[in-house]
């Protein structure tokens, strides 16, 4: 079965959505707040939960989990944080490596589990 464009992204979103939540939590649990110790600790088991996905993806799920955990952690020392934090957004982080770009043909590129995807813009790119 076909995946559409905006169906493949929706699960996109989702799955990372999950992974972030994950990360926090670990990170919250085991009291870590550094980018490559969280890495250190889950990078091996997401890659076998998710093979499919390409490998910055997790990457850049550790990176956002920890910024988003220590902006935890300065709230809570201030009393303006409570519970543990959670990821709602319907945000991704990129790296180079995930997406290109063309402005002249008005191009975007992402990297999916189901290979490429290729976005065209309907309308000239102004910069």
Request: net charge positive; charged share 30%.
């Amino acid at each position: 079965m076909q995946l559409t464009t905006q169906q493949g992204l929706d699960d996109l979103f989702s799955v990372y959505r999950e992974i972030v939540n994950f990360l926090i939590s670990y990170a919250h649990e085991n009291n870590i707040t550094s980018f490559y110790r969280l890495k250190k600790g889950t990078y091996k088991s997401l890659r076998e939960e998710y093979p499919e996905l390409p490998s910055h993806y997790l990457y850049t799920a550790c990176q956002m989990a920890s910024s988003i955990y220590k902006s935890y952690r300065k709230r809570k020392r201030k009393g303006k944080a409570k519970g543990k934090p959670v990821f709602k957004k319907e945000v991704i982080m990129l790296d180079d490596h995930l997406f290109r770009l063309d402005l002249e043909k008005g191009v975007i590129k992402l990297s999916t589990p189901n290979g490429r995807l290729n976005e065209f813009s309907q309308t000239p790119v102004n910069h």
